[in-house]
């Protein structure tokens, strides 16, 4: 890289912070200056933008705007919260401790609770971590946007979950400090300062915290995190709100803010743990070498590029050709693939089978808390096998998902199987060095791909090493599948077009963005928006009467929303004009681009 181009990419990196970049809008709404173009990139370069945004997680913090994840105030709000914990771990009677999203936010409360209750059963003690997703299980797979604006039902929620508990350590996670589900729960923990101490993890400034009213509540979200900001003064409450800059596709926080929380809440829990069971006090050098160990592992994608471009290109050609892109996975990698392929639906308006993810053993393996979510959402590999295989050909990209330590004659069982519906079939697995366990079979696995990923990890392995294998993961599913979608044309610059307008959020962020698009004002941007959504060219007082709640109701069963009150606006035709331009044009990016000129 020259010297002006590097000058022009550290440029990049922190020209979000500056007060006049987008400033009316909150660091997780802000498009990301590095992924302008990302619409028009190619797959190597998508994959170094990705990078690149994910590398912004650990910014320095000198001279900066806003906190950073290893900022002195940010560490030292962790060693508390993490006390707080060991107190619990050595204490558990009547106790608990809840993680608690909506979203992402609330998958990594599962996968983060479901992983260190495992490390207390490996030790014999009894779980004291519980997860609560808004909308239930089901959550975990699906989106499910309507209950994260309740804030009534996350305060039930959380009610029920701690039925009897005298002591309850609640971390409520909002990316973008505004879901009102987790403004609910923490709102009970403030009234009961008894029986709760609350704990807010997001990634924006407080003063950034949504302060948009909620219909039936007193409070808004910013007005919950100014009452933490009080009682923090005294450590009954925590505020944890690191800026992890914006994400590559904007507001898409499933992307960083989802493994900034995961490398958050892991940190935490794994220095409780050390402090209760192995008597290592928890120190500020202690939680730094943990983030260390995180921001080193942002580098192990960066050395299989090419290997990685070759895998976007091959799920994009699948995804272009309208065929399937599945993931099978072992683990807590298992998991982590469900929860990407899901995350398309709401995220790119893919469609269900488009990506789906599977893992080894089922619920068996996942055991949430209400067990098997019935026949829509089937996740185990027999259910692949029987399902999903019979249909697939080359044209059908697999990738297989594990670590040496999962059970490789299985992999490679299954690989044989998949082998003869397709040779589209890949492998991404971690492995530590020096380990030549299973050896023989790993080079049959090798040979049925048309390619791996081997991760090398430095040998000995560490007890962080498990966490740094999904945190990797993660990374690497989520730019895998993000930049599929850019490839199959669902991006416009770094606007995802085809949001779903399912809840207040998207709601108001889908009429930014067709402000931002149209150049037209925000009243137009939203009558058309409505026109797009009750499917009408005149939008009557009784729609323009009715609350958002209404409105992202009546927005669940509809396709395409964003694009098409865009195209009315750009064009000034009809509903029914606008329908069939899209037909013509269903990469949205081209039809919004053949009327932009
Ligand atoms: C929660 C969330 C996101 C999802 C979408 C809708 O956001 O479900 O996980 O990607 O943006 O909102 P947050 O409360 O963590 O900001």
Known sequence: MSGSEWTCRLSSMHEWE?????????????????????????SGCIVRMLQACDSQMFLEEAGATYQRLMSDEVVETLMEVAKKV???????RDSLVVLSGCGTSGRLAFLVTSAFNRALKELNQSPVYSYIIAGGDKALFS????????????????KEVCEGKKRVFFVGISCGLSAPFVAGQLDLCLQNPEVYTPVLVGFNPTHQARDEPIPGCSFTFRSVVQRMEELAKSKKAFLINPAVGPEAISGS????????????????????????????????????????????TLEIPCAHNEGMAALLEAAGKSLQRGRRVCYLGWGALGVLGLIDASECVPTFGADYEDVRGFI?????????????????????????????????????????????????GDVEKLARRVREKTSNLHAVYHRVDGDTAATVQQDDINKLCL?????TWPSPASGLLQMQWELCTKLFLNALSTGAHVLKGKIY?????????????????ATRLLQKLSGCPESKCEEALLKAVYKVDNVTVEITSSDISTHTHTARTRTKVV???LVCLLTGCSLAEAELRLEQQPIVRDAVEACLS
Do not use: W
């Open 563 to 565: 694009p098409l009150a």
């Open 360 to 408: 080894s053993g089922g619920y068996n393996e996942l055991k949430n808390n209400e067990g098997p979510l019935g026949p829509d959402f089937r996740i185990s590999h027999e259910d692949f096998l029987h399902l999903v295989l019979p249909s697939l050909d080359d044209h059908d990209m697999v990738l297989l998902i594990y670590t040496q330590t999962d059970d490789v």
């Open 86 to 92: 060991e107190l619990i771990l050595k204490d558990p």
């Open 143 to 158: 989106s499910q946007e309507a209950p994260e604006d309740d804030p009534k039902l996350g305060m039930l929620s959380l």
């Open 451 to 455: 390619s791996s990923l081997r991760i």
């Open 253 to 296: 926080s499933r992307m960083k803010g989802g493994s900034a929380t995961k490398i958050l809440l892991e940190v935490v829990l794994y220095a409780a743990h050390a402090a209760a069971f192995t008597h290592t006090p928890i120190t500020q050098q202690g939680i730094l070498q943990h983030m260390r160990a995180y921001e080193k």
């Open 493 to 509: 610059q770094n606007h995802m077009m085809d949001l779903q307008v399912t809840n207040s959020k998207l709601y108001c962020r």
């Open 18 to 42: 500056s007060p006049y970049y987008e400033p009316s809008l909150p660091v997780s709404e802000k498009s990301n200056p590095l992924t302008r173009d990302i619409d028009r990139a190619s």
